[in-house]
């Protein structure tokens, strides 16, 4: 049985979700919670068993995934009382592995977009008989990521800080956050306090001389470390280009999901997503963006990779790219949202007050 750790906690600002009560994990995309993609299309690769190495806000994920089994998988939960960062929330759940010390155990960051052949790393891991197997992705500016060069072979050479200088970009080959790790490793890491993987584990064990391997699959990847990649994964994954079972409906220029409503000279295009019960009405255009549930759309304008929050309207507006309507906003004739503009729920309203 192939088995999976994924991680979905920490704290700091690469984690602070879209709403306050919101873990990013959980945020839709593609009309269904993040993480079920990543739980569909490892489960597609053959994975049964995944651990939840939780710590921030993890009491919502159990209510809304439960056992698993929905998805064909046996799911657990872990949460740390205190982050432990990576390394330590890997040993930390290793207690609810089943693998024997030579297995491979699988470890995907829990906010990374990829379309990854997950099987594809395992073999690697398997057949150079590595310790731990990276995948590993390449940037075009590769400035603001630890870099991972390698050998002729794939091996890994080192773990290099961001670089500062042009100098110090020696390749353009990133951690791209999903890993095998022979099992044995995993109960290496210390246990009961914060362990870093790339800043402790990786270098500790590339010293003693083990075998990390690098593999380079330049597939779909996207880093949701901010609320307009968050737009712009979910409008890949209804595009098709980044591939999930999990996706529900058809690729294509729009999802509309079930009890949704569009008019019909509306015009979406470019993956936008337009949630539960939210109406699209006459006059809208929207490319690339997210309508979230309940949300009332009628003669506006919409760029691309903006979201509009749960129950807001809508009415006679343009709202820039990448900007965020938080929900229970109602904006109307005229009203003009600057690209990447932020507007807090609840923020602005033209009816009385309820
Ligand atoms: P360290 O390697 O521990 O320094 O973490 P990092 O800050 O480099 O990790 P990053 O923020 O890139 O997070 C990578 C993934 O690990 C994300 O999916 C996070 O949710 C998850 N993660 C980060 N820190 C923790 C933690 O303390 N506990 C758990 N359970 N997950 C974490």
Known sequence: MTEAILLVGGKGTRLRPLTVHTPKPMVPAAGVPFLTHQLARARAAGVEHIVLA??????????????????????????????????????????????????????????????????????????????????????????????????????????????????????????????????????????????????????????????????VDSTYWLDLGTPAAFVRGSADLVLGRAPSPAVPGRCGDRLVLPTARVASDAKLAGGTVVGEGAFVAEGARIFGSTILPGAVITDSLIGTRARVGRRSVLTGTVIGDGAVIGPDNELLEGARIWCDARIPAGAVRFSSDQ
């Open 54 to 215: 939780t710590s921030y806000l993890a009491e919502v994920f159990e209510p809304y995934f439960g056992d698993g089994s929905a998805l064909g998988l046996h799911l657990e939960y872990v949460t740390e009382e205190e982050p432990l960062g990576t390394g330590g929330a890997i040993r930390n759940v290793a207690s609810r592995l089943h693998s024997g010390p030579d297995d491979p155990v699988l470890i995907f960051n829990g906010d990374i977009l990829t379309g990854l052949d997950i099987r594809a790393l395992v073999d690697t891991h398997e057949t150079t008989g590595a310790d731990v197997s990276l995948h590993l992705t390449k940037v075009t500016d590769p400035r603001a990521y630890g870099l991972v060069p390698t050998d002729d072979t794939g091996r890994v050479l080192a773990f290099l800080e961001k670089p500062q200088t042009p100098e110090e970009i020696v390749t353009d080959q990133i951690n791209a956050g999903a890993y095998v790790f022979r099992r044995s490793v995993i109960d290496s890491i210390p246990l009961g306090r914060p362990v870093s993987v790339e800043r402790e584990t990786f270098p500790g064990l590339l010293s003693a001389g083990a075998h990390l391997q690098g593999m």
